[in-house]
């Protein structure tokens, strides 16, 4: 089966055309550095001859509320519209837990866009709901920190997931029937946001001191207990601990 991988050449996307590939389908991977832009409809026609199932992993190059509610408005009404040309029967995209709580924060209401015109689009689908990923947690402490000895971290529920473990949902989803409807995954570890990054930057021998504040922003906005997490028994678990994925991974 053809799987075309939107964002093929990122994090989540890369590991999810190497699994599809191990099990047999023609993932193509798919992106600005392999011809293929969403924004522009580039390449997409070319890419998506043949295709069965379109995974969509892409993200905006700028977290700005206009401009990731325009790339995610404009990529994803690409390409739907040239899947549905092209005969796809299967758009799989990969969102965040708890858009749907939080439409005033700029990215989460981006996404929220993204999630619409999929539901509304004839083709069928399946939304993969993840928590945040492993990967980015340099980068949301740097983005706390603001250049600063201090992070300062909401005292908020926390429960990130390995991006090994979001891609191989991903896979397996688009592999199988379309859902119509959505599916969520998370870490298997429920803490504290700023306890987890206090032992995070601890382990990465990081100096900068982890500051509890329960007005902290995340995403530009205050964060409330449960806007990252999904409801108790709600969502599919992984099986790697952060510390286990530091071991193996903490260099990179």
Request: proline share 6%; hydrophobic share 40%; no cysteine.
């Amino acid at each position: 089966m053809k799987i075309v991988v939107i964002g093929g050449t990122g994090l989540i996307g890369s590991k999810a055309v190497e699994m599809l590939r191990q099990h047999g389908h023609e993932a193509v991977p798919a992106s600005p550095n392999t011809g293929v832009n969403t924004l522009t409809g580039e390449g997409l026609t070319e890419v998506l001859e043949g295709a069965s199932v379109v995974i969509d992993v892409s993200n905006s190059p700028s977290f700005e509320d206009e401009a990731v509610l325009d790339f995610f408005r404009t990529s994803t009404g690409n390409l739907l519209e040239a899947e549905e040309k092209a005969g796809v029967g299967h758009h799989v995209a990969l969102t965040i837990v708890n858009t749907d709580r939080r439409p005033d924060i700029g990215y989460f209401r981006a996404k929220l866009a993204q999630e619409k015109l999929i539901e509304e689009s004839p083709i069928p689908f399946s939304l993969v709901h993840a928590t945040q990923f492993f990967e980015f947690g340099r980068r949301i402490a740097d983005e706390a920190a603001a250049g600063g000895d201090k992070v300062p971290m909401p005292p908020v529920l926390f429960q990130p997931i390995a991006g090994e473990e979001v891609s191989r949902t991903v896979a397996r989803t688009a592999a199988g029937a379309p859902l119509n409807g959505r599916i969520q995954i998370a870490g298997p570890e429920r803490v504290r946001m700023d306890e987890f990054f206090r032992k995070a930057l601890a382990a990465w021998g990081d100096p900068r001191e982890v500051v509890t504040d329960p007005h902290a922003h995340y995403f530009g906005a205050e964060m409330r207990e449960r806007d990252l997490v999904p409801d108790d028994g709600a969502a599919t678990l992984g099986e790697i601990k952060y510390a286990d994925w530091l071991a193996s991974n903490g260099a990179r």
